[in-house]
T-cell receptor, first 115, second 119 residues
């Protein structure tokens, strides 16, 4: 099946700094990628939809200036958490949809801890 | 609005027992997809099944089976002869099946059911 990678898998950063998470589709081109957030023992909540070459569409309540999304190519989307705070600590998961079919493939997730 | 409800927060069974995880959904769409995912402690989501709204046939895959009932808006998942390796959080999810490729396929997840299979 299709593979989606995320980098880094874990990151610890200090409060006030920014951190970038990469999501890559390794063996297919993804016109659309999604970013989800999962707090401990909770469900996945969609943060934004990322389309190659256009601005991301954010879900209600998600600050677009706080969570910057860039989908510069058909295989890469990045999520930058700007001026991170401890409450941003969470598990961030991306998924990608290929051009020719609608199956959604999930990355392994990135655990962000802000100290 | 779309919504997925997994009323069972946590289920604990003894190995070899059968267990059913419930999923009830709400949508105004006539065409939609339903999914089940498994999330082991490692965190990575494992795709189990996708079912479209026009296909009400039940499906069996090894020890896993799914019962889709549009009349009750339910898509329940049964594990037969459970094993310790089945311990995980299981999510039911719903997506539209529209023509647009951008946001139509975003998934609405239920709150998940944590399954613990004891030896």
């Amino acid at each position: 099946g299709a593979v989606v990678s995320q980098h880094p898998s874990r990151v610890i950063c200090k409060s006030g700094t920014s951190v970038k998470i990469e999501c890559r589709s390794l063996d297919f081109q993804a016109t659309t990628m999604f970013w989800y957030r999962q707090f401990p023992k909770q469900s996945l909540m969609l943060m934004a939809t990322s389309n190659e070459g256009s601005k991301a569409t954010y879900e209600q309540g998600v600050e677009k200036d706080k969570f910057l999304i860039n989908h510069a190519s058909l295989t890469l989307s990045t999520l930058t958490v700007t001026s991170a705070h401890p409450e941003d600590s969470s598990f961030y998961i991306c998924s990608a949809i290929a051009q020719d079919f609608y199956e959604q493939y999930f990355g392994p997730g990135t655990r962000l801890t802000v100290t | 609005a779309q919504k997925v409800t997994q009323a069972q927060t946590e289920i604990s069974v003894v190995e070899k027992e059968d267990v059913t995880l419930d999923c009830v959904y709400e949508t105004r769409d006539t065409t939609y997809y339903l999914f089940w995912y498994k999330q082991p402690p490692s965190g990575e989501l494992v795709f189990l099944i996708r079912r479209n709204s026009f296909d009400e046939q039940n499906e069996i895959s090894g020890r896993y089976s799914w019962n889709f009932q549009k009349s009750t808006s339910s898509f329940n998942f049964t594990i037969t002869a459970s094993q310790v390796v089945d311990s995980a959080v299981y999510f039911c999810a719903l997506s539209e099946a529209g023509l647009k490729m951008d946001s139509s396929y975003k998934l609405i997840f239920g709150s998940g059911t944590r399954l613990l299979v004891r030896p």
